[in-house]
């Protein structure tokens, strides 16, 4: 089947614009992860959503940074006022959840978006 | 809190040899441990997991890995290498936990080069 799926794959924009991220899981997955790839800070966790749970927010580096995910399946990462520092591989994965209610630990990563600031 | 080390960012072997990717991890809970790899200019594919049982865990393309909870280790191996596998490859930990969140934490990689 169909795997994670990430648009746009490349974004070029200029520091200060506003820039959203799109992520499509896996069909049936309802664990839903952001991470960043960046030189300087390696691959860091940003976010994450299971169902109609509050998200785990814990790892997002500023209040320019916001997700939200819509009917328990898309999600878009936003980054307000873009900075330079903000240019990396912004990386989606998801996993499904088990009968018995138990997550499989394997996450699917898609392609990434990469998002360059000038 | 969790924490991954990889030693070696760079890691060379001649094609045939040998490959040897280590890991050391931290973690306050009974850990879950990954291995992924990642060729250029595409999203990361799990090469394998360790969660409960055996801890020899065998994954894709031949590779395999060893939990040893006394080294506090996770090392990645495999008997000969091709020259497909040059890539990075990252290790990552979990915490066990059901119904809950399973972020991963990631080692910083270690580019894996082929010499013919």
């Known amino acids: 089947g169909a795997g994670v799926s990430q648009s746009p794959s490349n974004k070029v924009t200029e520091k200060g614009k506003d820039v959203e991220l799109r992520c499509d899981p896996i069909s049936g997955h309802t664990a839903l992860y952001w991470y960043r790839q960046s030189l300087g800070q390696g691959l860091e966790f940003l976010i994450y959503f299971q169902g109609n749970s509050a998200p785990d927010k814990s790892g997002l580096p500023s209040d320019r940074f916001s997700a939200e995910r819509t009917g328990g399946s898309v999600s878009t990462l936003t980054i307000q006022r873009t900075q330079q520092e903000d240019s990396a591989v912004y990386l989606c994965?998801?996993?499904?959840?088990?009968?018995?209610?138990?997550?499989?630990?394997?996450?699917?990563f898609g392609p990434g978006t990469r998002l360059t600031v000038l | 809190a969790q924490s991954v080390t990889q030693l070696g960012s760079h890691v060379s072997v001649s094609e045939g040899a040998l490959v040897l990717l280590r890991c050391n991890y931290s973690?306050?809970?009974?850990?879950?441990l990954f291995w992924y790899v990642q060729y250029p200019n595409q999203g990361l594919q799990l090469l394998l997991k360790y969660t409960t049982g055996a801890t020899l865990v065998k994954g894709i393309n031949g590779f395999e890995a060893e939990f040893k909870k006394s080294e506090t280790s996770f090392h990645l191996t495999k008997p000969s290498a091709h020259m497909s596998d040059a890539a990075e490859y990252f290790c990552a930990v979990s915490e066990a936990s059901n119904f809950g969140n399973e972020k991963l934490t990631f080692g910083t990689g270690t580019r894996l080069t082929i010499i013919p």
């Open positions: 973690s306050s809970v009974p850990p879950y």
């Open positions: 994965a998801s996993s499904r959840l088990l009968a018995g209610g138990r997550f499989t630990n394997t996450q699917y």
